[in-house]
């Protein structure tokens, strides 16, 4: 059996450029990219698609003592990895590297043209053989218009120069420009969704690579192996059936929006109910009022704030209006005067989230016993807020407690004393 190092090795020696990397590496593809650019070429190895790739990097790792990827080799010897390419392609010494190796391909060079009859043969041969001749550009299409230059005379080199246009050498992908091919993909890609992900384990049944992987590399439970035989044409029916979801939406329906900045409402009609020009006016009577666009989005963002205000609570948000809620609250707060667990006046109140009124040390002694309301047995879910209206009720009726209090010792001291009051005036 050949080991992962004897593969290696056998495969750096018999070919001039390989790449070692991984699928989903950008270095690697940078790496791929400035090679492709400058037309050489490679064998590209990619350890996370092949069998024992694994072994492999350990074996590249032994040889070269570098783990990571992509990891290059010219001419059976590593050059190392991204940043190493990149340096020798700014130094220039890449593209020499390569050409010692035949990994590019070497430029054609023009056959030697026959002289054309009547050519004079003096420019060719003689002392001013080297040199360049003076020429004059030839019109090539005498219809054209102003075909001829008025400028001085030209050398041929800078003639054929100006002629010359060298490419970019860019792999751009291809662009479209608002054609009927349009997507909309608003919903999970087509590789990575439910039936992709079906596609591809009914692929791996049928090939085998299911059972070999067996074991070794777990790709999550849509990659087990299913022993039931499926064709790729019930995946089309699962749409009907329902038995594979979620079902792959519809790409290509676009939606437009228009903006009417200018409605053309007359104004004589909308402001007095009349108009001279009758049935006849090219505007629209109408003496409606219509919201605007930045209206309506502060009043839908006041309702989602008191929504997301009666969630936090534990309240149901859609239950009734906020005015419905301050009347019946506000009733409540009347009608309950003290905790109906203790039969006491209010310690700390707190409120349920069906309305109801109690102690704070009440309602967390009735909680350890049942979670629902002590009145109307509705469930709470734990949830108590503070009840602010009965607690500022509860202070000031202490607070007035407390002057009571005073004005009862400063009597109680008046009657023991006779009623008289020793005041010491101090200079």
Same mark, same amino acid.
């Not at 792999?171 to 039936?195: C, F, H, L, S, W």
């Given at each position: ?11 750096? @020696? $018999?070919? &001039?450029?390989?790449? /070692? $990397?991984?699928?989903?590496? &950008? ?6 990219? #400035? +090679? ?41 010897? $590593? ?8 340096? +020798? ?14 990994? #590019? ?83 999970? =890609? ?8 079906? =596609? ?23 990659? /087990?192996?299913? /022993?039931?035989?499926?064709?790729? @044409? ?5 749409? /009907? ?109 707190? =409120? ?11 309602? #967390? ?24 209206? #009965? ?37």
């Amino acid at each position: 059996m050949v080991s992962a190092k004897e593969t290696v090795e056998a495969k750096i @020696s $018999s070919t &001039p450029v390989v790449v /070692y $990397s991984k699928s989903y590496c &950008p270095y690697c593809a940078k790496t791929k990219t #400035l +090679l492709t650019q400058l037309g050489a070429k490679y064998d590209v190895v990619e350890l996370d698609q092949i069998n024992g790739g694994s072994e492999q990097q350990d074996a590249l790792e032994q040889i070269t003592g570098q783990s990571t990827v992509p990891n290059v080799f010219v001419g059976g010897k $590593s050059i190392g990895g991204n940043s190493d390419v990149q340096k +020798l392609h700014k130094a220039g010494n890449l593209e020499s590297l390569l050409e010692q190796n035949g990994a #590019l391909a070497k430029p054609k060079k023009n056959k030697r043209r026959r002289v054309a009859e009547g050519e004079d043969e003096q420019h060719t041969s003689g002392p001013n053989a080297g040199e360049d001749v003076p020429v004059v550009p030839v019109a090539s299409d005498r219809r054209a218009i102003n075909t001829f230059s008025t400028g001085g005379v030209k050398k041929a080199k800078n003639v054929v120069q100006t002629q010359l246009i060298e490419s970019e050498r860019e792999i751009v992908p291809q662009q479209y420009a608002g054609d009927a091919t349009y997507e909309t993909q608003i919903d999970t =890609e087509k590789d990575r969704d439910a039936r992709a992900v079906m =596609e591809r384990s009914i692929k791996a049944n049928q090939d085998g690579s299911a059972d070999a992987d067996s074991g070794k590399v777990y790709r999550g439970q849509a990659a /087990y192996k299913s /022993y039931i035989t499926k064709k790729e @044409s019930q995946i089309g029916m699962n749409k /009907y059936t329902g038995t594979q979801g979620p079902i792959r939406a519809q790409t290509w329906a676009r939606a437009i929006s228009r903006f009417d900045y200018q409605p053309d409402v007359c104004k004589d009609y909308k402001e007095t109910g009349f108009c001279g020009y009758g049935d006849s006016c090219k505007f629209l009577h109408d003496r409606g009022d219509y919201k605007s666009g930045w209206q309506i989005e502060k009043e839908y963002a006041e309702k989602e704030k008191k929504r997301q205000k009666r969630l936090q609570e534990g309240r149901d948000p859609d239950e009734e209006s906020e005015d419905e809620d301050k009347a019946a609250t506000k009733k409540k707060e009347n009608e309950q005067f003290a905790c109906t667990i203790c039969r006491g006046p209010f310690r700390n109140a707190v =409120e349920t989230i069906c309305g109801h009124f109690f102690c704070e040390s009440c309602a #967390l002694k009735n909680f350890k016993k049942t979670s629902r309301c002590f009145n109307c047995k509705k469930q709470t879910n734990g949830v108590f807020n503070a009840a602010e209206k #009965l607690r500022a009720k509860e202070r000031e009726q202490r607070e007035n407690d407390k002057l009571t209090d005073a004005e009862s010792t400063v009597d109680a001291s008046d009657s023991a004393g006779g009623g008289w009051t020793k005041v010491v005036e101090s200079s």
